[in-house]
């Protein structure tokens, strides 16, 4: 791959496993990040590839992005306001930084005529519970205003800007949902819950269940993540279209807990506590989410590969 790319947000812990990857395959990678969540470690394995450039600085600011978009051939947007806690305690930031950020990397892209993937979310499909979700079913199902939302609107207002600029300037654009996805280097400042319950479990302490734990998420593994995006950039056909990017493979966070402490052969216990307890706040949380990734399977092949009991050991 003899490309320039640029991946904002490349600090963070999928875009540091996308910036590896690419510079693998041959690219010359341009790191774009503000160090709110991601962290300058994350890159200690490429910082000294020639190929490699890391920046400091925001998705917000307009000259900045353009210079760097007048220097890619595909930008990979991931740079968010990111975590339950985050977006929780700061709604009115996450929803500027996601939509200000991502209208601001389109105009960009439209400009020097990038082609761009823009990372989304499962939280899209909002409360829905008509699982596996398909990219055409309804967005933000049973969504309320309570603050927990900010990130799911705002990462929805992105797709629609995004096909807006498909369709009125004929910029490649891509939409990638992804659905919990987990690995090293998520660190989990804001309280991401497979390192949470992974170094509870390895320090013997109580393993923190929010809610009743009946809630089910599917887990999916970094390097399937990064496989999918991946083929979407170089899959002609899969400009103006939304793809699910995710593992089929449903766990509650009860058995997470379990699975956790079993496989650290730890002697910690679950321990329940209320949603407002967690985060201080009132909180809505969907019970499933499932993807459909019928259509991922179609356009690129896509099929994840590794299991959660891989992932976590
Ligand atoms: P992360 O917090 O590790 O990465 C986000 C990165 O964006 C961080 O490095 C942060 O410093 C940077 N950033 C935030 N605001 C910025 C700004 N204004 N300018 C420049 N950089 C900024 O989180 P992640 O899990 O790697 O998420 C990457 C993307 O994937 C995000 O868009 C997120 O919404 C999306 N996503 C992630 C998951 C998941 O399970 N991890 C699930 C769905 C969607």
Redesign the pocket.
């Given at each position: 791959m003899s490309k320039r790319v640029l991946v904002?947000?490349g600090?963070?812990?999928?875009?540091s496993h996308l910036c590896e990857r690419l510079l693998t395959e041959g690219a010359e990678v341009t790191a774009?990040?503000?160090?709110?969540?991601?962290s300058i470690e994350n890159l200690h394995g490429i910082k000294d590839n020639s190929r490699f450039s890391f920046v400091q600085g925001?998705?917000?600011d307009v000259e900045l992005v353009d210079r760097l978009a007048k220097e890619s051939d595909d930008i990979y947007h991931?740079?968010?306001?990111?975590?339950v806690q985050l977006i929780v305690d700061e709604p009115v930031r996450t929803i500027e930084?996601n939509i200000h950020?991502s209208e601001n990397v389109l105009h960009a892209a439209a400009r020097n005529e990038a082609r761009v993937l823009i990372?989304?979310?499962?939280e899209v499909y909002g409360k829905s519970e008509n699982v596996p979700f398909r990219e055409d079913d309804d967005m933000l199902l049973g969504s309320t205003r309570f603050s927990r939302w900010s990130y799911a609107c705002s990462?929805a207002v992105d797709e629609f800007l995004a096909f807006a600029f498909y369709q009125k300037y004929g910029l490649e654009v891509i939409v990638a949902r992804?659905?919990?996805?987990i690995g090293p280097r998520?660190r989990g400042r804001y309280g991401m819950v497979v390192p949470r319950f992974v170094k509870a479990a390895l320090n013997n302490e109580p393993v923190t269940i929010y809610g009743s734990g009946k809630q089910t998420r599917c887990f999916t593994y970094i390097s399937d993540v990064i496989d999918g995006v991946i083929a979407l950039m170089q899959c002609p056909d899969a400009a103006g279209e939304a793809f699910n990017i995710g593992s089929q493979s449903e766990i509650s966070i009860e058995s997470l807990a379990d699975a956790a402490i079993r496989l650290s052969k730890s002697s910690s216990e679950k321990k329940y506590i209320s949603y407002e307890q967690a985060y201080g706040r009132p909180f809505d949380d969907m019970m499933r989410r499932v993807p459909s990734i019928e259509k991922a399977a179609a356009m690129i092949g896509y099929s994840p590969k590794v299991s959660l009991e891989e992932a976590i050991v």
């Open positions: 904002t947000g600090a963070g812990f999928i875009g774009l990040d503000d160090l709110s969540t991601g925001s998705v917000c991931l740079a968010a306001a990111v975590g930084t950020g990372a989304s979310t499962s990462k992804f659905f919990n996805t998520q």
